[in-house]
């Protein structure tokens, strides 16, 4: 299998389709509902957490109905998230056709792309994949970086691209650059992280 590339995209004001109200749905929900994208969800019926989490989105609109492949229309990125493996393999042909990138939640090889385990710290996103292999491994070990890097070093990773950005502004030299943010990344493992230089 050749190798994924990994990559962030950047969703505002992007028209992205959810199919689906259930568990699966609930769960490509959480990693959609900060995008800023413009979502639309189409489900026969929702769980009472999906509903919830929606209602508190403000450009999220919800469609109680059955799917239509022609509902695919004018999307720019799908995630296919029904309990019917038909309707699934039905939205990817018409996605795959449209070329419309889409995401097949029960299975991996008809996905254009998979969502990735992740957590947050202060300035960075660390994103964990399997590349559809096997969803729990990556999960698993998001939980242990997350144990390497406590959330309690929020403040201080801002602070340190803070303070790169003044370096940009005050030392014009890369060389010089590079060594003092080399020195202050070493300070950082030190104090906080408990690692050796």
């Given amino acids: 299998m050749n190798q994924l590339l990994p990559v962030f995209l950047k969703l505002e004001g992007k028209k ?4 689906g109200g259930g568990n699966v749905a609930l769960e490509k929900l959480q990693h959609l509902k900060d995008t800023g994208c413009e979502l639309t969800v189409i489900a026969k019926e929702f769980k009472s957490e999906v509903i919830r989490l929606l209602s508190s989105l403000k450009n999220a ?11 695919l229309d004018g999307f720019e990125l799908i995630y296919s998230a029904t309990n019917d493996r038909q309707t699934n393999k039905n939205l990817v042909e018409y996605a795959k056709e449209k070329r419309i990138w889409i995401n097949c939640a029960d299975d991996p090889s008809l996905c254009d ?25 990556a999960g698993t070990i998001r ?15 801002e602070n340190l691209l803070e303070i790169r950005n003044v370096t940009k502004q005050k030392l014009g030299d890369p060389e010089e650059r590079k060594t003092a943010l080399k020195f202050l990344l070493s300070e950082f ?3 906080y992280l408990s690692m050796k230089s």
């Fill in 16 to 19: 992205v389709l959810l199919v």
């Fill in 113 to 137: 792309f998979y969502s990735s385990a992740y957590f947050d710290r202060g300035p960075i996103r660390v994103a964990v994949s399997t590349q559809g292999g096997f969803a729990g491994l």
């Fill in 61 to 71: 609109k919800i469609e109680t109905r059955e799917v239509q492949t022609s509902d």
């Fill in 189 to 191: 493992k030190q104090k």
């Fill in 143 to 157: 939980t242990i970086l997350e144990e390497i890097l406590p959330k309690e070093h929020d403040e201080e990773l």
